[in-house]
C-alpha cells in the first residue's frame, strides 16, 4: 500500500494557519552566510541519493549519520528541510514565505544544523509547501509578485548559507482568503526569477500540485531550470513528466520505515537498471534505520549503509 497523499505535510502545516500573523518571518537580505568549509570529494559512483527530514520532530544532522560500509562515503547526497510555508497576508492581498519555529530554529542554528551537513558534502536545501491559506506557486497576481516571492527565498537561501530551495504545490487551497485559482504563467515567472537569482543553486521539483503541470507559457518552458523533479507517491514508481534528462529524475520514492524493505530493494534495482540519476527517500528520523537504508544502498552502490549515533 503506498501513500497518495502525504500526511507528512499535516505536521508541517496545519498548525501554522492560526498563528501566522503572529510569527511570519520574512527574509532578510543583510549579511550573507560565512561559506561552509570545502567539503571531501565523494568518490561513490551511482544515482544521488534526496532524504526529507520533518524538522518538526526529527534533526537535520540524522542525514550525515549514514555511511556506505564500502568507502565509508554519505549514503545520502542532498538534505531537504521540510517546510518552510508559502502563506498569505489578506490584508496585504500578498503571498510571503513563513517559517514555524522548528524551520525558524534550524535556519537560527546554521552553524550546528546545517554546516555540519555541508561539510561532509551533503547539500541542504529548503522545501516550501502550501498552507491552506489559498497562496500557491501557480496563483500570483502578477509577474512581479511571482518575482517579489522569488526574491523572498532566493534572500533566504543567501541568509542562512543553504543550497537551493524545493517546490511542493500541495495544501494551497487555491481561492481560500480571496485568492486566485490556478493560471498558467505564475510557476514560469516565480521559477524564471528564482533561476536568475541563484544560477548556481538547486532547484527541485516534488512532482504534484497545480503548478508542477503549468511548466510552460509565453513561449517559455522553465523545464531545463530544475535540477531535480521526482516522484511524490512513496512506495511507487513513476516518471516525473517534466523535460530533464534522466540523470536528474527520480521515478522512485520511498518512505524509510514505511515503505518496506523489499520494495525499497526493487525500487532502487529498477532505478539503476533504466538508468535515472536520482533516488528520493522521506521521512529519515532519529532511529538507527541502517536496515531500511541498507535495502537501497545495496542495489544503488553495492554496499549496505553503516549507522553512527
Known sequence: MFTLVRSRVRTAALALSAVAALTFATTATTGAAAAPAPAPAPTKQGPTSVAYVEVNNNSMLNVGKYTLANGGDNVFDVAVIFAANINYDAGKKKAYLHFNENVQRVLDNADTEIRPLQQKGIKV?????????????????????????????????????????????????????????????????????????????????????????????????????????????????????????????????VEIGGTSQGTAADLARRTVSEGYGVYLTYNLDGSDRSADVSAFTRELYGSDAVYAP
Open 125 to 253: 536545501v529548503l522545501s516550501v509547501l502550501g498552507n491552506h491559506q489559498g497562496a500557491g506557486f501557480a496563483n500570483f497576481p502578477s509577474q512581479q509578485a511571482a518575482s517579489a516571492f522569488a526574491k523572498q527565498m532566493s534572500d533566504t537561501v543567501t541568509k542562512y548559507g543553504l543550497d537551493g530551495i524545493d517546490f511542493d504545490d500541495e495544501y494551497a487551497e487555491y481561492g481560500n482568503n480571496g485568492t486566485g485559482q490556478p493560471n498558467d504563467s505564475s510557476f514560469v515567472h516565480l521559477v524564471t526569477a528564482l533561476r536568475a537569482n541563484m544560477p548556481d543553486k538547486i532547484i527541485s521539483l516534488y512532482n504534484i500540485g497545480p503548478a508542477a503541470s503549468r511548466l510552460s507559457y509565453g513561449g517559455v518552458d522553465v523545464s531545463s531550470k530544475f535540477d531535480y523533479a521526482w516522484n511524490p507517491y512513496y512506495g511507487t514508481w513513476q516518471v516525473p513528466e517534466i523535460a530533464l534528462p534522466k540523470s536528474k529524475l527520480s521515478p522512485a520514492a
